[in-house]
Every structure is written in C-alpha cells, then in structure tokens.
C-alpha cells in the first residue's frame, strides 16, 4: 500500500477547512494547526456570495450553509438619514446569503477529516534536499510534512517566508463589527453612506442582524476614554433606523483597522504555498474576502488532485487565482476611497452617482463576481 502524502495547514480558519474538506483523495492526510487554544471562530457576519456557494454545493454543504443563514434578494443604499440613493435586486442561480461566521466553521469542521493541533504556533520553515519541509513551531516540536500550506490569514508567518513583503497596510479607517438579535424584520441588505463614515447591515436567520460601521481613524486607535457604544452613539446616534437600536443592544462588537496588501504574485515557494488572506488579504468593501478564500481553496485542493504535489499544481492555482484576486482587492480598495471621503462636493457627486445610476448597470458590476464558478473551470 502507497504512503499517504502528509499536508501541514496552518491555520484553522475558513480557508483551511474548505482545502480540506474539499481534497478528496484519500492518498492524503492532512493535518490542521491552529495557534489559538481551540478551533473556533468568534467573528461576526460572513457574505458567502454566489460565487462561493456553488463550491460549497459542490462540497454538499450547500443545504446545511442556507438553514443556518439569512438570505436577501434587494440592497439598498442610503444616505445617514435614511433616503435611498439605489435599490438593486441581484439575480443568481443561487441566493445571496450571509451567515455568522462561527456557523459556517462549524460546519465545515465536522464536515471534514484531518488530524487537528491547538495552540500550534509556527516559529520556521526549513525545506529539505528531498523536498519535504521541516516546521518548527513555538512549543519547540518539530514536524515533516510533504507540504505546507499557509491559510495563517493576513499576518501570515508562511508568507514571510515566501514572499517576505512586510508588514499590511493600513487604509486610513477603522471598522466596528457586531451579531444582534432583534424584535423586528428587515428583510434586505442596506449600505449607508455619511461623511467619511458608512454602516452596513445584513440578515443572519430568525431575526439576528450583523452590522458594521466604519469611520476614517489613525492606526490602531482606542475607543477610550468614552467607550466603544458611546463612541458610536456620538458618530451614529442620529442615523436613521435601526442603526442606532443595532449599535446600542449588541453585546460584544469587534473593532479593527483596515488593512490589506497590494496584489503580490509568487504564491508558493517549493512545497509551501499561500491560501486566502495569507495570499491575498482584501477590504471588505465588494464582500468578497471569504468567497475568494473559498474559491481558492477548491482550485488548489483540485489543483494537487490532478497534478500531485508539484509546481504544476501550484502554478495552476495561482494561475487560476490571482488576476481574480487582484481585481477584487484593488475594486475594493477604490470602493472604500469613495465611501470614506469627507469633501462635502465629493459625497454630492457620490450620491449623485449612485442615485443616476440604472440598475443594469449595477447589476452588471454585482454579476461580474456573482457569475463566477470556479467548479466549472477545467483545471
């Protein structure tokens, strides 16, 4: 009998497990190294677009991910004081749907096989004549594997050793994220649009909303001495309906800078390559960050189906990968330029904008992500 190929994936995150779940060859074992104390997610809303959705059909998650998500068919967006600026009702074979993010790791998590460490914390990649790869993690073990694959998010340790490239950059504004259950129905998605502030609100299921808000900050900065909620009251309080309600009844909200990378080819290096936010972290702005990750995971497990664990392999993915990627994150790079200016002419041409606008056009801009499936793509 053949020795399995050992695959080392660190981070357990939703890049991670969609690899895994999605590698289906059972000459195979993968293990899962997680740097954090258990695999769980606290996290707030995910959008699993279209695009990601036909991969988790494809994986036969699809039915599990929709009763544990709220789905919407119109997005409006709105001025601070509640006008509406458009209305757009994208069409898909499959719905638009967001789901707290610990649901959909959940699922993936019982969904797949691999052998899975806690409190893993990797220290050094060294590659041997061989072509295996030795890991060193902080715990002082040392393990060999046949590859590594970096899912390790956006302060990647696997992409300094690949690609080195520094540290994020930050993008001049903050982003507040909260889950809130509710005593009332919105039934869509809605983007709101202020002075250099903006807030977005989703359905999750039976009447939970996730919501976030950001505002043009320096880097890293403490909502002290007023407090996360006062603070926001300060910036959101006059808004229109539900925002305030949302804000002041959530109980736990996160809040980070925003930060991503510019677009950077050279995913792999010998048997170690990049996945998700590890190869190419995104602003939030298209929505696109965790379907991009989806969608890379099924090329690459697909890829290393077909090829092996071989450049070939790699090289596909990234092939397949990248100029997607790299239009995503500098699409969503622009799009927070826009919804962060404070020029007060700026934000009239803005409105003016979006208002004018058909909304042919606007669902043709929503298609060219939604239409995309990678489960259709000869690898």
């Known amino acids: 009998m053949r020795e399995r190929k050992k695959i080392a994936i660190i981070g357990g995150g939703i890049a991670g497990l969609t690899f895994a779940r999605s590698l289906t060859n059972e000459d195979y074992e993968i293990h ?13 809303a995910i959008s699993v677009f279209p695009n990601a959705l036909c991969v988790m059909d494809d994986l036969d998650l699809l039915e599990e991910i929709l009763q544990n998500s709220g789905q919407f068919k119109t997005v409006y967006l709105k001025t601070s004081k509640g006008k509406v600026l458009s209305k757009s009702e994208p069409k898909s074979d499959y719905p638009v749907i967001c789901i707290h993010r610990a649901d959909l790791h959940s699922i993936l ?49 696997v992409r300094k050793h690949i690609i080195n490239d520094g540290e994020p950059i930050f993008r001049g504004y903050s982003i507040w994220r909260g889950v809130v259950k509710t005593n009332f129905e919105i039934g869509y998605g809605s983007e709101t649009y202020g002075i250099g502030k903006r807030v977005g609100i989703v359905p999750i299921k039976d009447g939970v909303y996730g919501w976030w808000a950001t505002c043009n900050e320096t880097y890293m900065q403490d909502d002290s001495p007023e ?43 010998g048997n170690a390559i990049l996945l998700g936010d590890a190869a190419h972290p995104t602003t939030p702005n298209l929505g696109q960050g965790g379907c991009m990750a ?22 596909r993915y990234e092939n397949l990968q990248y100029p997607r990627s790299e239009n995503i994150v500098n699409t969503s790079l622009k799009l927070g330029k826009m919804g962060q200016i404070t020029n007060p002419l700026l934000i009239r041409l803005r409105n003016f904008a979006f208002k004018a606008m058909p909304s042919s056009v606007a669902m043709k801009m929503i298609d ?3 239409s995309y499936r990678v489960t259709n793509i000869e690898i």
């Open 32 to 44: 899962i190294f997680e740097k954090k104390e258990s695999f769980r997610e606290i996290g707030a």
């Open 109 to 157: 998590l019982k969904n797949i096989e691999a052998n899975l460490y806690n409190d893993f914390s990797l220290k050094d990649i060294a590659h041997l004549d061989n072509g295996q790869i030795t890991i060193q993690f902080e715990n002082g073990e040392n393990r060999v594997f046949d590859a590594v694959i970096g899912a390790d998010g956006i302060h990647s340790e």
């Open 227 to 269: 407090g996360t909620k006062d603070k926001l009251k300060r910036l959101f309080g006059d808004w229109h309906h539900p925002i305030p309600d949302l804000m002041n009844n959530t109980e736990v909200i996160l809040k980070n800078s925003l930060i991503d990378r510019k677009p950077h080819k050279g995913w792999s290096r």
């Open 294 to 315: 989806i969608e890379g995971a099924y090329i690459l497990a697909k890829s290393i189906q077909k090829y092996g664990l071989t450049k070939k392999a790699f090289d």
């Open 368 to 370: 060219k992500y939604f």
